[in-house]
C-alpha cells in the first residue's frame, strides 16, 4: 500500500536534523487504509469532520440553562417596583380587566356574608 490509501490526518510528520532539516512522514499507529480510487466509491470511507466545541451536548446544555436563567431574570426585573409611582400603576385598577373586580367583588362578599354567619 502507498500514501494515496491513507488520510492526511493518519500521517505524522517526523523532522530530523542531521546534516540538515529532513521531513518524513509516518503513518500513526491506528492508520487504516481507507481510500481505494480505483474501487467504487462505496468502498472508501469519507473523512469525518470532528464536532465542534457547540456541537456537544454538555455545551447545548449549558447553553441551555444560561438561556433559562437569562430569561427568568429578565422576567423578574420587569416584576420589581422601583419607586411608589410604579406601585401605584401596577395597583391602579383601571389598568386590569373589569370582570376581575366583579368576581373579586363577589368573592369578598361571600366571605363577609360567611363570616357574618358564623359569628
Same mark, same amino acid.
Given at each position: 500500500?502507498?500514501? =494515496?490509501?491513507?488520510? *492526511?490526518?493518519?500521517?505524522? &510528520?517526523?523532522?530530523? +536534523?542531521?546534516?540538515?532539516?529532513? %521531513?518524513?512522514? @509516518?503513518?500513526?499507529?491506528?492508520?487504516?487504509?481507507?481510500?481505494?480510487?480505483?474501487?467504487?466509491?462505496? =468502498?472508501?470511507?469519507? *473523512?469525518?469532520?470532528?464536532? &465542534?466545541?457547540?456541537? +456537544?451536548?454538555?455545551?447545548?446544555? %449549558?447553553?441551555? @440553562?444560561?438561556?433559562?436563567?437569562?430569561?427568568?431574570?429578565?422576567?423578574?426585573?420587569?416584576?420589581?417596583?422601583?419607586?411608589?409611582? *410604579?406601585?401605584?400603576?401596577?395597583?391602579?385598577?383601571?389598568?386590569?380587566?373589569?370582570?376581575?373586580?366583579?368576581?373579586?367583588?363577589?368573592?369578598?362578599?361571600?366571605?363577609?356574608?360567611?363570616?357574618?354567619?358564623?359569628?
Amino acid at each position: 500500500m502507498c500514501s =494515496l490509501h491513507f488520510r *492526511e490526518s493518519d500521517f505524522l &510528520t517526523e523532522t530530523k +536534523t542531521t546534516q540538515g532539516p529532513i %521531513q518524513r512522514r @509516518i503513518l500513526t499507529a491506528m492508520a487504516i487504509p481507507s481510500i481505494f480510487p480505483n474501487l467504487p466509491h462505496y =468502498l472508501s470511507k469519507p *473523512e469525518t469532520e470532528a464536532r &465542534t466545541a457547540a456541537a +456537544t451536548s454538555t455545551v447545548r446544555r %449549558q447553553n441551555a @440553562i444560561k438561556k433559562a436563567e437569562d430569561e427568568a431574570n429578565k422576567f423578574l426585573e420587569a416584576d420589581n417596583i422601583h419607586s411608589l409611582t *410604579e406601585l401605584r400603576i401596577k395597583f391602579d385598577r383601571s389598568s386590569l380587566d373589569s370582570s376581575i373586580f366583579e368576581f373579586s367583588d363577589q368573592v369578598r362578599s361571600n366571605i363577609l356574608n360567611n363570616f357574618k354567619i358564623n359569628n
